[in-house]
């Protein structure tokens, strides 16, 4: 089964701390993705990424960075954590282009709260 | 612009009941994806099903069924005689042709009552 696998289900941190999210995936696929999910506004794009070492900026990306030193693993960095930063983060990944019959595979997602 | 609406926020039904998930998207590409996407109260998103804007066939698999009116840029999903498992949050997406990016609407609540 492919598998997108995010570290932490659940996580909370205090206003000012720098955090990690981790998402590692086991199918080799090239893109990865991680998005926010908030109540009325559905999954909003923060970072993306085709490639190692590769990052591109979602709709969203204030507050975040995002690191790729390896094909398998993505993380996001909220650099100050800020309590407006507190939502459901999913992570997600695909094949390229020309290859998206099961469209992207998500993790389970970590639910930040921020304090 | 890409863009994905659901119109409807929350709905509910009783068991065994026939419902309907509205999709309406915007695209200027004359070829791309559609999805729909289910969010059990686990969290994890699970793929339903792809469709792409050459092939306007509905599709049904099982109780599920879309139909897909590019006249009217349509994406509707059925549930016929849904159960409780049925209860989840369902996403409508759209892509391009190369699917290196997915606009998601904001998602339908469906609770199925016993």
């Known amino acids: 089964d492919v598998k997108v696998t995010q570290s932490s289900r659940y996580l909370v941190k205090r206003t000012g701390e720098k955090v990690f999210l981790e998402c590692v995936q086991d199918?080799?696929?090239?893109?990865m993705f991680w998005y926010r999910q908030d109540p009325g506004l559905g999954l909003r794009l923060i970072y993306f990424s085709y490639d190692v070492k590769m990052k591109e900026k979602g709709d969203i990306p204030e507050g975040y960075s995002v690191s790729r030193e390896k094909k398998e693993r993505f993380s996001l960095i909220l650099e100050s954590a800020s309590t407006n930063q507190t939502s459901m983060y999913l992570c997600?990944?695909?094949?390229?282009?020309?290859?998206?019959?099961?469209?992207?595979?998500f993790g389970s997602g970590t639910r930040l709260t921020v304090v | 612009a890409q863009k994905v609406t659901q119109a409807q926020t929350e709905i509910s039904v009783v068991e065994k009941e026939d419902v309907t998930l509205d999709c309406v998207y915007e695209t200027r590409d004359t070829t791309y994806y559609l999805f729909w996407y289910k969010q059990p109260p686990s969290g994890e998103l699970v793929f339903l099903i792809r469709?792409?804007?050459?092939?306007?066939q509905n599709e049904i698999s099982g109780r599920y069924s879309w139909n897909f009116q590019k006249s009217t840029s349509s994406f509707n999903f059925t549930i016929t005689a849904s159960q409780v498992v049925d209860s989840a949050v369902y996403f409508c997406a759209l892509s391009d042709f190369s699917g290196n990016q997915f606009y998601f609407g904001t998602g339908t609540s469906l609770t199925v009552i016993p």
């Open positions: 469709r792409n804007s050459f092939d306007e």
């Open positions: 997600a990944s695909s094949y390229p282009s020309g290859d998206t019959m099961g469209g992207y595979t």
């Open positions: 199918m080799d696929h090239e893109n």
